[in-house]
Each structure stands twice: as structure tokens, then as C-alpha cells.
């Protein structure tokens, strides 16, 4: 009988490994996915829905940068020539994207996403690796490894386990903002997009007679005309009763686009499974795949962020020398 028990725990750590290795593959691919072509399907996909082919994305960069250009008069157009003229086409693509290849809507996103900059700086200053391990650590939030069956990557977070005497919540969001800027480095995510699925399974009256407007006002400004990503679908699932307190004072907030994708799905998880294959969903988000791990996820993460900051740092060397 001993035998045959060792036996097991030797097969369960050999599954558990194998699913590790392949858990770091796909974030590796996720967040390092950015040199590699896009496929057939996505290449229709951003053509179909995105308006995209090589004129528009020729016409559109061009007339962003004039449009910067003719801006650059009034303070806070001078301040967003000075983010943006410096980057490379392939970052300003990301907001054509998000706005469909609308030049003007484009350019709105782009002065959207400077105003949450300077709102926010508690959210957005000095994002580094180190200033959000310990979050990335604690799942505030996580990413599936795994994309739900439209192909959007997947952003989880287990409200019930968070504590805001350990995190704020302003806290939190700079762990939502780092992964976002990461992820939208890799054209598939700004192409297909994203989801969001926030379980509130023991979620306290405490907790939610502490979150504050301006707190929930924050996340609201992240999701809807402050980022140049598709937020497709907001789930919330295993909300209590008083759950309404929180959702009243987040609706007034919300546009009617972002409105309608918000499901309240409570303890009735059957619409969720239309969406997310259930096999790819940890079993504290009534699925049946392995528990959230976020340690694979940190360390291609964080490498990839690296590799961002080098990439960029020389980039600005080069145009120091230039401009000499």
C-alpha cells in the first residue's frame, strides 16, 4: 500500500510539473508574442472588424503624427508630441486599433490615455517589476494562461482575498496597468482583446463598505476611453446580496458600451461557460482547471518587461546620438 501511495504523489507532482512548463510556455509566448507574425485568422480578424489593411495603417499613423503636430501649440499638446513623436509606428497602431482606424477617435484615446497618466499618478508613476511583485504574487490581479474560446486574454482577480489594509486599491490597479501595458505589446491582444472575470466568493460587508467612489471611479476611467485596449466583457460571479452596494455606485460611472457587457452571473456560472471553456478556469472560478499559479506568470512577465526597458533605453541612446 505505501508503494502504491508514493506512487500517486509521484504522478500528481509529474502532472503538476508538466502542467507548469506548459503554463510557462503560453505566458512566454504571451508576453514575448510580439515578434511573431499574426496569423491568417487574426490578420482577417483585424481587417473585418478592426478596419485594417497596409493603406490604412500608412494613412492613419501619418495623419496622427500631423494631427500631433498641428496641436503642439497648447500646453497639453506639446506634452503628447512629447510622448508619443518619440515612439515607433507599432505603438501608435495600438490605438488605431482600439478606435477601428477612426483618425480623430484615435487621437481622442491617445489624449485619454495621457489625462489618466496625469490624474493617476498614484496608479501610473514608477511602474516597475519591483513595485508590483508583491501584488503579481497575491493574484491583485492574475492572467489566465489560457484565452476564452474568442481568443481575448483573460485578467482574474479574487476580490473576496483582497485586503485593503495590505493594498489599496489605487494599489491594485497599478498591477491591472502593468500587465496591460505589457500584454499590449503583443498585436493578438490588441486585436482580440480582453476579458475580465472578478470573483467576489467571500467577499465581506466590510469590504464592501470600504471601497469609495473615487476609488471605483479610478478602475472605470482604466476600462473606457483611458487605454488603447478592446475591453470586451466584465464578469462578476459568486456576488452576494449586498454586492449591490458596490454596483450601485460603479453604474453611474459607466457608458452604455461598457454597460452592456457587464454579466452578473452570481452563483449561476452557465452563461460564463459559453464564454470561457470550463477546463480553463481555476475551481475557485467554478471551473475545473488547475488553481492560479501566478509564479510562471511573473518570471516571463518581468523578463519581458525587461527586455522592453532595455529595447527602449537604447532607442533613446540612438536618438541622443542623432540629435548630436
Not at 479574487?158 to 496597468?177: A, I, K, M, P, Q
Not at 491582444?189 to 472578478?198: D, H, K, P, R, S
Not at 472560478?285 to 519581458?304: C, K, R
Request: net charge negative.
Amino acid at each position: 500500500m505505501p508503494e502504491i501511495v508514493g506512487t500517486c504523489v509521484e504522478d500528481d507532482l509529474i502532472n503538476h510539473t508538466r502542467i507548469m512548463d506548459d503554463h510557462q510556455l503560453m505566458y512566454r509566448k504571451m508576453f514575448r508574442g510580439s515578434n511573431e507574425p499574426l496569423s491568417n485568422i487574426e490578420t482577417e480578424k483585424a481587417r473585418s472588424e478592426l478596419n485594417e489593411t497596409d493603406e490604412n495603417r500608412k494613412s492613419g499613423i501619418q495623419e496622427l503624427r500631423d494631427i500631433m503636430t498641428e496641436n503642439e501649440h497648447t500646453e497639453f499638446g506639446k506634452k503628447l508630441l512629447e510622448w508619443f513623436e518619440p515612439r515607433k509606428n507599432e505603438y501608435l497602431i495600438r490605438f488605431l486599433r482600439a478606435r477601428k482606424y477612426d483618425v480623430k477617435k484615435a487621437y481622442d484615446l491617445m489624449k485619454g490615455y495621457m489625462k489618466f497618466r496625469e490624474k493617476y499618478p498614484g496608479i501610473t508613476d514608477k511602474l516597475t517589476c519591483d513595485s508590483v511583485r508583491d501584488l503579481l504574487e497575491n493574484s491583485f490581479p492574475g492572467i489566465l494562461p489560457v484565452r476564452d474560446k474568442q481568443g481575448r486574454f483573460v485578467l482574474i482577480f479574487s476580490v473576496g482575498s483582497w485586503d485593503s489594509n495590505v493594498f489599496s486599491f489605487e494599489t491594485v490597479l497599478r498591477g491591472y496597468v502593468f500587465i496591460l501595458e505589457q500584454l499590449l505589446e503583443n498585436e493578438m491582444a490588441q486585436i482580440n482583446g480582453f476579458v475580465l472575470i472578478e470573483n467576489f466568493k467571500n467577499y465581506s460587508i466590510a469590504q464592501a463598505l470600504s471601497l469609495r467612489p473615487s476609488d471605483l471611479k479610478k478602475m472605470v476611467d482604466m476600462l473606457q476611453g483611458s487605454f488603447p485596449a478592446r475591453f470586451k466583457g466584465v464578469h462578476f460571479i459568486y456576488q452576494p446580496w449586498y454586492f449591490t452596494w458596490t454596483y450601485a455606485v460603479v453604474k453611474p460611472f459607466l457608458k452604455k458600451k461598457l454597460a452592456s457587457r457587464v454579466h452578473l452571473h452570481g452563483y449561476n456560472l452557465e452563461k460564463l461557460f459559453e464564454a470561457f471553456d470550463k477546463t480553463s478556469l481555476p475551481e475557485d472560478f467554478g471551473g475545473s482547471g488547475p488553481p492560479y499559479d501566478p509564479h510562471a506568470m511573473i518570471a516571463e512577465l518581468f523578463a519581458a518587461a525587461q527586455d522592453k526597458d532595455q529595447k527602449e533605453l537604447e532607442t533613446r541612446l540612438d536618438q541622443f546620438h542623432i540629435a548630436d
